[in-house]
């Protein structure tokens, strides 16, 4: 069994920075890739962010530039440092792992960006 646990959302401005954290349970965080997704009311759920267990990160076109996502593997955590926010990247934002054929999600962590 894997459980999620996000954190680090809050309200910020325009311009801002917030840093997200996702702690997971289990033994198979270190071998798996970890993503973040964000969800906004009435919108489907968008990939934002991945890395590889090997460290090999990725991400939307949207926030290429200004998001970066990093692993902790000692400490069972990724992270996504959010920088230059923007009010588009309102949402709650999950964190997923997948993983033989299981998939994970965390709570979620809501992120308001005001203008």
């Known amino acids: 069994q894997v459980q999620l646990v996000e954190s680090g959302g809050g309200l910020v401005q325009a311009g801002g920075s917030l840093r997200l954290s996702c702690v997971a349970s289990?033994?198979?965080?270190?071998?798996?890739?970890i993503q973040w997704y964000r969800q906004v009311p009435g919108k489907r759920r968008e990939l934002v962010a991945d890395i590889t267990s090997g460290g090999t990160t990725g991400y939307a076109g949207s926030v290429k530039g200004r998001f970066t996502i990093s692993r902790d593997n000692a400490k069972n955590t990724v992270y996504l440092q959010m920088n230059s926010l923007k009010p588009e990247d309102t949402g709650v934002y999950y964190c997923?792992?997948?993983?033989?054929?299981?998939?994970?999600w965390g709570q979620g962590t809501q992120v308001t960006v005001s203008s």
């Open positions: 997923y792992l997948g993983s033989s054929g299981y998939g994970y």
């Open positions: 289990g033994q198979i965080f270190s071998s798996s890739t």
